[in-house]
């Protein structure tokens, strides 16, 4: 646990130079609330992920079953501990408790997203913050040159910024480099530079110019032609302003540089990591899983909602006999709901690290199932007429999906979609039989294949609720496979259009959850043995209360 402490303090603690010291946290915030896995990228990061998640599933889910379930996995090391009496928390707790998270998702983002890594944002020139902080700069230079430009020189604020250089240069070596540490401890020593001073002795612009080739030397190639360009500016106070600028870009250059070289330690130990750390979020905060059990209790009572149905429906069933549900089951089903998930609400603390992630693969399904209703709808309506068309369906999923571009926010209007949709759809399939000298559709035809298309959206479509099911049934069959199984489960039928647009979100999905599972299932196991057994928790209760 002990070797992830430098890069969390690397990255959360950075400070910039005299006007940026609050730039590293507020990128960092930046960074973890708005970060974004896009669905088309390159499956390179979904094999990362997918890779992660194998290495870390070490036994099926029926052996994770009979393991935590058969055993007392509060006597495990990094395991959740017993429930804890209410009581108050301080503010130094609760500080504490979101430094833990803070470091549990910042090392979390790193495993498991192959394209994180921290950049440069500044404030928009014309907004209130960049104004003031423009101002502030140049009030600032403006100072440090009528300084300079006084006779005698004042160079107080100069050797200031000096040291602060020399810190950041030395923060870039790395162990080992003592003969360059040395050189910039001696060149840049600020005692030395001061006793100059008084005597007006000193070479700024030999101290500037030590400092850009020594810049040269530990900055990453990509940052050669601002070094260039700051051998080529002659006024020296726009020569530090620039030098300031140069070390804040290689600062981010080094944070991204010590990123990618952990990323490999941290996807192996992560699982350790992440429990440990929400073990002592837990301990200060003994609430941090009350959402968590609330979504494993409605999963629960949707299982017996589904068992009383089925009873119901048997008039055979023996509604006497004790009704036995898997927790397995529970879980994989409460992971299913993540993908109808109203993100308006809290999702479940164990769950926080994935949240946007999830949030994508819902409305990537959401975008999916439309496509996949129109082709099923146009191919209801016309078939007969395009049977022989060859990949006459991908051309409908070529026409859907622009038009579908960005259905997830507010102000998109589906209904106008799914018109635009109709009207296109339309077209193609007259620009087909033309081709091959048919008569085209119908007024009425065209007016009532658009109609269907159009009511996609409304509640209770029945064309909408059937793709539906089937999707569910697929990201169900895919949780049922032990997470070592790389072979995608049969697509329903229907879904063909958009199997391979299925098959990615499906290991995205299943890379998550089963990764997720490692890290929290002793939570997990803890909650659902109160649940669906409270007699045998009772009585372990009991058989460990001391007797006098």
């Known amino acids: 646990m002990r070797s992830f402490v430098p890069l969390i303090t690397l990255i959360s603690s950075f400070n910039g130079p005299h006007a940026t010291l609050t730039f590293w946290r507020s990128c960092l915030l930046w960074q973890l609330k708005w970060i974004r896995m896009p669905l088309n990228d390159e499956q390179s990061s979904d094999s990362d992920s997918s890779r992660l998640s194998e290495s870390t599933a070490s036994s099926s889910d029926s052996e994770y079953s009979r393991q935590s379930f058969n055993s007392d996995s509060s006597s495990k090391p990094s395991s959740p501990a017993s429930a804890s009496p209410p009581k108050v928390i301080t503010f130094d707790e609760l500080m504490a408790a979101a430094k833990n998270l803070t470091d549990l998702t910042l090392a979390h983002e790193i495993a498991v997203n192959a394209n994180f890594c921290i950049k440069h944002e500044d404030f928009p020139q014309n907004s209130f913050a960049g104004t003031v902080k423009q101002i502030v ?11 300079l430009n006084e006779d005698p020189p004042e160079y107080e604020h100069a050797i200031k910024l000096f040291e602060e250089i020399k810190e950041i240069l030395l923060s870039f070596l790395t162990p080992g480099a003592n003969r ?11 005692d030395l530079i001061r006793q100059q001073a008084e005597h007006n002795a000193v070479d700024i612009h030999g101290l500037a110019n030590y400092i850009i080739n020594t810049m040269g030397k530990l900055c990453a190639p990509i940052r050669d032609n601002d070094i260039k360009q700051l051998k080529a500016t002659d006024n020296i106070v726009e020569l530090l302003r620039e030098i300031f ?18 990323r490999p330690y941290l996807q192996r130990n992560l699982v350790d990591y992440e429990r440990t750390k929400f073990q002592e979020i837990l301990e200060e905060t003994p609430s941090a899983l009350d959402l968590t059990t609330e979504w494993i209790k409605e999963s629960i009572e949707d299982e017996l909602s ?20 898997s927790p397995t089951l529970v879980l994989n089903n409460g992971y299913l709901k993540l993908l109808q998930w109203d993100y308006c609400k809290t999702i479940p603390e164990t769950l926080i690290t994935d949240e946007v992630r999830l949030q994508e693969l819902r409305e990537k399904l959401n975008q999916l199932k439309i496509i996949a209703c129109v082709c099923l709808i146009t191919n209801n309506m016309v ?7 060859p990949d006459f369906a991908d051309q409908l999923k070529r026409i859907s999906v622009p038009l579908l571009e960005g259905m997830n926010k507010k102000t998109f209007d589906l209904k106008e ?42 509640d209770n479509n029945p064309v909408s609720s059937l793709i539906d099911k089937r999707i569910q049934f697929f990201m169900r069959s895919l949780l049922a496979l032990p997470s070592f199984q790389k072979c995608m489960p049969t697509m329903p039928g229907g879904l063909s ?23 929290y299932g002793p939570f997990y196991a803890n909650i659902l043995r109160k649940l669906l057994f409270p007699e045998a928790s009772m009585g372990k209760a009991e058989t460990e209360t001391p007797t006098n």
Request: glycine share 4%; net charge negative; charged share 20%.
């Open 137 to 147: 700069h140049k009030a600032f230079w403006d100072h440090l040159e009528s300084e």
């Open 180 to 190: 360059i540490q040395n050189q910039i401890c001696e060149v840049l020593d600020t």
């Open 245 to 262: 600028r140069v070390l804040d870009l290689m600062k981010v250059d080094m944070a991204n540089y010590t990123i990618q070289n952990l």
């Open 306 to 325: 589904a068992i009383s149905d089925e009873s119901s429906s048997s008039p055979g069933a023996d509604s006497s006999s004790k009704r036995i549900i």
């Open 383 to 389: 078939g007969a007429a395009i049977v022989d068309v």
């Open 417 to 458: 979609a799914l018109n635009a949709i109709g009207v296109q759809v339309c077209s193609k399939v007259n620009m087909s039989l033309a081709e091959r000298d048919l008569p085209t559709l119908s007024e009425e035809m065209q007016s009532n294949l658009m109609g269907q298309i159009a009511h996609i959206v409304e």
């Open 497 to 519: 259009v958009i199997q391979t647009e299925m098959e990615f979100v499906g290991s995205q999905y299943a890379s998550i959850v089963n990764f997720n599972k490692q890290v």
